[in-house]
C-alpha cells in the first residue's frame, strides 16, 4: 500500500509528459499494475499510443510513427529539463 501512491505518481508524470511530447497520443497503463496484482517491486507497464494518421500509410505524417513517438519520449526523458526526476533511460530499437 505504500508504493501505490509513488507508482501513481510515476504514472502521472509519465503521462504528462508522453501527452506534450507526443500531442494526440495517449498512454496506458497494462500488466500486473493495471490489474492491480503487481508487487511493490513490480515494473510499471505502458503502452504508448500514438494520434492517428490522417494521411495515408505512405504519407508525410512520419513524426507519428510508433518508433519516431518513442525516440521523441526518450530525448525529452534525457532532457535536462527532467534531471531532477528521471536518473537514467535507455532507448532499446
Wanted: with cysteine; net charge negative.
Amino acid at each position: 500500500k505504500e508504493i501505490e501512491p509513488i507508482k501513481a505518481q510515476i504514472i502521472e508524470k509519465i503521462s504528462e509528459l508522453i501527452k506534450v511530447t507526443i500531442p494526440n497520443g495517449g498512454v496506458d497503463v497494462y500488466g500486473s499494475c493495471a490489474t492491480e496484482l503487481c508487487l511493490p517491486w513490480s515494473d510499471i507497464d505502458l503502452v504508448l499510443i500514438p494520434p492517428n494518421m490522417n494521411a495515408d500509410h505512405h504519407g508525410s505524417s512520419v513524426q507519428y510513427q510508433p518508433k519516431n513517438c518513442l525516440l521523441a519520449v526518450y530525448q525529452e526523458l534525457k532532457s535536462d529539463t527532467n534531471s531532477s526526476w528521471v536518473k537514467s533511460v535507455q532507448f532499446i530499437e
